[in-house]
């Protein structure tokens, strides 16, 4: 798989935190604030592919299952779930302590675990996807962060849908 689809991948994973990174930024927070969110991303987009990775390479090993048919199945899974998440009307939006901001953290990022599943499928050295997916995540949310404050809602849900195609597509695209 080239480096080419790993940075596709890693925007794809990056769309969901920056669609609530834009719901986020309108809660005008300082700069402390959102360059510390953005870190706490980008540190679990590196360690989330990691850990999927090695519980993939521990279910492979018991199961006879090919590993394009997992990349796919997790890609379709993760890309639907965006999907749909992106047509639910609210979003809550209330946080400021660090706990919550480590959980804003975990609950982008549980899709690179997902990834991390398949990740040897996807590219033969996964420290390389691991801070690809960091980076990404990190611009991403920082912008978002600040994109938040000036445009609405709404483009949130539409990177939300796109990043999901994205990873649907790029799931079809290991099946054949």
């Known amino acids: 798989m080239s480096l080419i689809m790993v940075i596709i991948i890693a925007i794809s994973l990056s769309m969901d935190a920056f669609s609530l990174s834009l719901a986020y930024g309108t809660l005008n927070l300082d700069k402390k604030v959102i360059r510390l969110l953005s870190l ?47 047509f639910k009307e609210t979003r809550a939006i209330h946080f400021m302590k660090f706990s919550e901001l480590l959980f804003f953290g975990l609950a982008v990022s549980l899709d690179s675990f997902s990834v991390g599943l398949g990740l040897h499928a996807i590219y033969s050295k996964p420290i390389i996807c691991s801070v690809i997916f960091s980076i990404t995540s990190f611009l991403f949310t920082y912008v978002g962060l600040y994109l938040g404050k000036k445009i609405n809602n709404m483009v949130g849900h539409i990177s939300t849908r796109i990043g999901g195609i994205f990873l649907i597509l790029i799931g079809i695209f290991y099946l054949m």
């Open 40 to 86: 706490i991303v980008g540190t679990y987009h590196f360690f989330m592919p990691l850990i999927g990775m090695w519980i993939g390479n521990k279910i492979l090993e018991f199961l006879p299952i090919q590993p394009d048919t997992v990349v796919f199945l997790v890609l379709l899974v993760i890309g639907i779930e965006m999907i749909i998440e992106s």
